[in-house]
T-cell receptor, first 113, second 110 residues
Framework: GQNIDQPTEMTATEGAIVQINCTYQ??????LFWYQQHAGEAPTFLSY????GLEEKGRFSSFLSRSKGYSYLLLKELQMKDSASYLC??????????????FGTGTRLLVSP | EPEVTQTPSHQVTQMGQEVILRCVPI?????FYWYRQILGQKVEFLVS????????KSEIFDDQFSVERPDGSNFTLKIRSTKLEDSAMYFC????????FGSGTRLTVV
């Protein structure tokens, strides 16, 4: 089966650092994505990991451990506009070999002044 | 930056009616997807499409749903005999690596 877990909600203060964790169990792993989604809008791509380790992209970094089925998204120097849902998604081969994204429920991040 | 375009942005329909949601994927992408997101819930995969045919579909994508690529640019999702529980955001995505999502169609079935 496929299962992706992430916390439902987190709060943080402007300027701080926050880490959003994601654990997953899938049958055909081929990469892990993080998306940002503001209410009523489409998910927008933040980062992608397929090999173990840390990928850094400005204020955002993402880490992957395939052996542990674990990833995290690290957001530095938080800004008010970072208040959004953060979606962890695993790219899964599926039964046909074609790839689809399997999403977690998302973590709603509230950044306060 | 290339983008995926979806129309309409909002659609209200009577229960039992048919709706067609339209998408224009990024022009050089070959893989197309439909996802849906019921309010307050996670994004769910519906169907993937490659080389003018369905490559995979989820349990949600039953006989009520169909997809088409009627020409070289459009990609449509048809929902027949809509039910209240079909109310959701429907996202089209295209991919040559990472999924790029359209802005979505909010479908409300009344």
């Amino acid at each position: 089966g496929q299962n992706i877990d992430q916390p439902t909600e987190m709060t943080a203060t402007e300027g701080a650092i926050v880490q959003i964790n994601c654990t997953y169990q899938t049958s055909g792993f081929n990469g892990l994505f993080w998306y940002q989604q503001h209410a009523g809008e489409a998910p927008t791509f933040l980062s992608y990991n397929v090999l173990d380790g840390l990928e850094e992209k400005g204020r955002f970094s993402s880490f992957l451990s395939r052996s542990k089925g674990y990833s995290y998204l690290l957001l530095k120097e938080l800004q008010m506009k970072d208040s959004a849902s953060y979606l962890c998604a695993v790219r899964d081969h599926g039964n046909t070999g074609f790839q689809k994204l399997v999403f977690g429920t998302g973590t709603r991040l509230l950044v306060s002044p | 930056e290339p983008e995926v375009t979806q129309t309409p942005s909002h659609q209200v329909t009577q229960m039992g009616q048919e709706v067609i949601l339209r998408c224009v994927p990024i022009s050089n992408h070959l893989y197309f997807y439909w996802y849906r997101q019921i309010l307050g819930q996670k994004v769910e995969f519906l169907v993937s499409f490659y080389n003018n045919e369905i490559s995979e579909k989820s349990e949600i994508f039953d006989d009520q749903f169909s997809v088409e690529r009627p020409d070289g640019s459009n990609f449509t999702l048809k929902i027949r005999s809509t039910k209240l529980e079909d109310s959701a955001m429907y996202f089209c995505a295209s991919s040559e690596g990472q999924n790029t999502f359209g802005s979505g169609t909010r479908l409300t079935v009344v």
